[in-house]
């Protein structure tokens, strides 16, 4: 967490290419990435991830359970060796595999497996100054395993702590120069809960436009929570 | 000669009768996603896939489920994000989780999606989310493996993704009901006899009354939501509810009407949570015959508030709450609006407590659990749930998708999760479709009946 670097501002939060947009991503960081096992996950930022090189990551992601033909996704980056650990509730097809199921195999990855809705919960927890919840899920099974358990209305629950990482790689629709986002159907999901989440939020935008171009009631994640845009075409 | 195990179409066909009108329903991967496509029109319950999506019908060719086949979204569905989905799970609003486990046992543990070819890893995605949250849970299974060993086990071989949760599974070939007491065998398949099913069964059934599968889907219609006035949407308030009043401190996003309605069904002991515990009247706003909540406190029907701030901002203009409190005559509960608003979203997303650094070492912290976290003090704070709720917002649609105007968002979308009847006033009421799926903020499964507020009321926002 200690060598992120400052928040550029020179050129507010556009930047011209992944690479630069990525600036600062460390060896051993933590790094968020939103999408869905291939679909709507930032692929551009991810290439520009294993174009850096930058090795020991820790990702936190749906998983890589499947992914679109000629797109480099949450797999192709784990395949390069630069990531270390990987927390999801899916990550990978039980019947298909892929490079996540190999390298975790070969005992190059470390798989922390999380049920999406405590995953989703221990974010917002994150960003939202929580430090801990008492959630039902995963009460007397192995999701449970060592950790406290306390009874609330005469049901078991589990303490689950809150998570954070250093950088979190989003994928939006459409973003506002100031940094607030629209997401398209589904491509919502990990995002809003992602973007609080982070030290240093980017998100690679399918259309930046103006402040004022976006309904003041539609926006979903507001700009506050944005550091870096970069164009996803 | 037994007989022939069931195409998945008639064990979702079979599924379907298990649903009800105005049921939300989770649906995990594998065999669950086929029930959408067993349903005449996939209206009449709302269907949640963990990948952000409410309300819809397949297959078809516009966005992804739970299972990567595409689907279509209904007039009427909304997106969201997966942090609400895990509330809508978790939080009582999911009636029934349809899932594909690879074992069930006679007391319900399930073991969720494994092969041996995932060495012991586990898949669990929202499975176990929706097998804790939902009222009930339904397991889909083939009854028998590849190799002709059994699904459903005296004990789980391998370790479990749910311990005690499943409510009924649904093979192949026989549907059995779980309870504290074992498996009990009530449908056979056709072409089945009861000696057949019970030997492809690795674990105890009882056996009673036996009746022979059927799969005739119901017709499912969305229950009625819009009400013809305040006065009928409430009438079954009970003396002593709890009630969330939504609004911040002026009168804007307050649900006006309802509360003229509330105040004339004249129904005591209510425990109001609320932002304030009605200061717009002597906050200077304006009109001196503002509606807030005096008008329940003067009619003597409140007899507690929860509140961030429940003092007047001019001490010689008290509130009408204030009075009654130095009179002795109600209850407070002094809550920081923060935490007000956390405690509110744990008790609607299934939260049942969580620790805040608001108020740690202070007057707000006495009593509760300190902790330090990460070298940070925090203290422990509960969930809330209310019985009844009622919001205002500018358009719903009549399966009671809410949108808002401007700040009275603020309390309203948290509101609205937490109460067991939810009750919203809105400007208009419009068609399925003419709100956006992008632009739903409160969707229509957290909302249960639906009023117009009178155009005398519609001064503020």
């Known amino acids: ?163 954070k990482a250093d950088f979190a790689l989003l994928r939006a629709k459409t973003a506002d120069t100031l940094g607030n986002m629209v997401y398209e159907g589904t491509g919502r999901n990990w995002n809003p809960i992602m973007a609080m989440a982070a030290t240093v939020t980017v998100a690679e935008v399918d259309q930046v436009v103006e402040p004022g171009g976006l309904n003041p009631e539609l926006v979903i994640t507001q700009a506050i929570f944005i550091d870096r845009l970069v164009s996803a075409v | 000669m037994p007989g022939k195990p069931l195409d998945p179409s008639f064990v979702a066909r079979r599924v379907a009768q298990e649903l009800f009108p105005g049921a939300v329903v989770a649906l995990g991967p594998g065999l669950p996603c086929g029930l959408p496509s067993a349903l005449r029109n996939g209206s009449g319950v709302w269907l949640v896939s963990d990948s952000g999506f409410l309300g819809f019908q397949g297959p078809g060719p516009e966005a992804a489920d739970g299972e990567f086949q595409t689907v279509v979204m209904l007039s009427g569905g909304a997106y969201t994000g997966v942090v609400d989905i895990g509330g809508i799970l978790r939080g009582g609003h999911t009636d029934i989780a349809v899932l594909q486990p690879a074992q069930v046992s006679a007391n319900g543990d399930f073991v969720h999606w494994t092969t041996a070819a995932t060495l012991g890893l586990f898949a669990p995605g929202s499975a176990v989310d929706m097998a804790y949250g939902a009222s009930k849970v339904v397991a889909v299974i083939p009854h028998q493996n590849a190799d002709g060993s059994s699904t459903i086990l005296g004990q789980c071989s391998l370790p479990v993704d749910g311990a005690g949760q499943v409510d009924i599974i649904i093979s ?89 309605g509330l105040r004339d069904l004249g129904v005591k002991g209510l425990q109001l949570i609320s932002n304030t515990a009605g200061v717009a009247r002597v906050s200077g706003f304006g009109a001196p015959n503002i509606i807030d909540h005096s008008i329940l406190v003067e009619n003597n029907q409140v007899a507690k508030a929860t509140a961030s701030y429940p003092v007047s901002p001019s001490a010689s203009r008290p509130s009408a709450f204030e009075e009654a409190y130095n009179r002795g005559e109600t209850e407070l509960e002094v809550v920081p609006q923060g935490t007000l608003a956390e405690r509110l979203r744990c008790g609607g997303a299934g939260v049942a407590a969580f620790y805040t650094p608001t108020g740690a070492g202070t007057l707000l912290g006495e009593g509760k659990e300190a902790r330090s976290i990460g070298g940070k003090d925090y203290i422990l704070e509960t969930g809330l749930r209310a019985d009844f709720c009622i919001i205002r917002g500018h358009k719903a649609d009549t399966l009671g998708n809410v949108v808002y105007k401007g700040t009275s968002r603020n309390f309203n979308p948290v509101m609205a999760t937490t109460a067991k009847i939810t009750v919203v006033e809105v400007d208009e009421i419009v068609e399925p479709g003419e709100l956006g799926p992008e632009e739903i903020v409160t969707p229509g499964l957290f909302v249960d009946r639906i009023v117009v507020r009178p155009p005398e009321f519609s001064a503020y926002l």
């Open chain 1, 1 to 163: 967490m200690t060598s992120v670097p400052e928040k550029p501002t020179a050129n507010g939060k556009i930047f011209p290419t992944a690479q630069a947009a990525l600036e600062g991503v460390f060896d051993g960081a933590s790094v968020l990435v939103a999408g869905w096992s291939g679909s709507d996950e930032p692929e551009k930022l991810l290439r520009g991830l294993g174009e850096i090189g930058v090795g020991n990551l820790t990702l936190v992601c749906q998983g890589a359970w499947a992914q679109k033909s000629g797109q480099f996704g949450i797999g192709d980056l784990v395949a390069t060796g630069q990531v270390k650990k990987m927390v999801s509730p899916l990550p990978f097809h039980p019947e298909y595999g892929g490079p996540v199921k190999d390298r975790w195999k070969s005992g190059e990855l470390e798989l922390e497996v999380v049920p999406q809705g405590v995953l989703a919960e221990r974010l917002r927890a994150g960003g939202a100054g929580i430090g801990g919840v008492f959630l039902p899920t995963g009460a007397r099974t192995r999701f449970a395993e060592g950790k406290e358990l306390r009874p609330f209305d005469g049901k078991e629950h589990v303490l689950e702590f809150a998570l």
């Open chain 2, 172 to 260: 192949d070939a026989a549907v059995i009901n779980v309870s504290q007491d074992g498996l009990e065998l009530v449908e056979i398949a056709p072409g089945w006899t009861v000696d057949e099913v019970v030997a492809m069964t690795d674990a105890p059934l009882s056996i009673s009354s036996v009746k022979e599968m059927g799969f005739e889907v119901p017709a499912l219609e969305m229950p009625n939501k819009v009400y013809p006035n305040a006065l009928e949407a409430l009438k079954d308030v009970p003396e002593g509810s709890i009630i969330n009043v939504d609004g911040f401190a002026g009168p804007g996003g307050m649900a006006h009407y309802l509360m003229v």
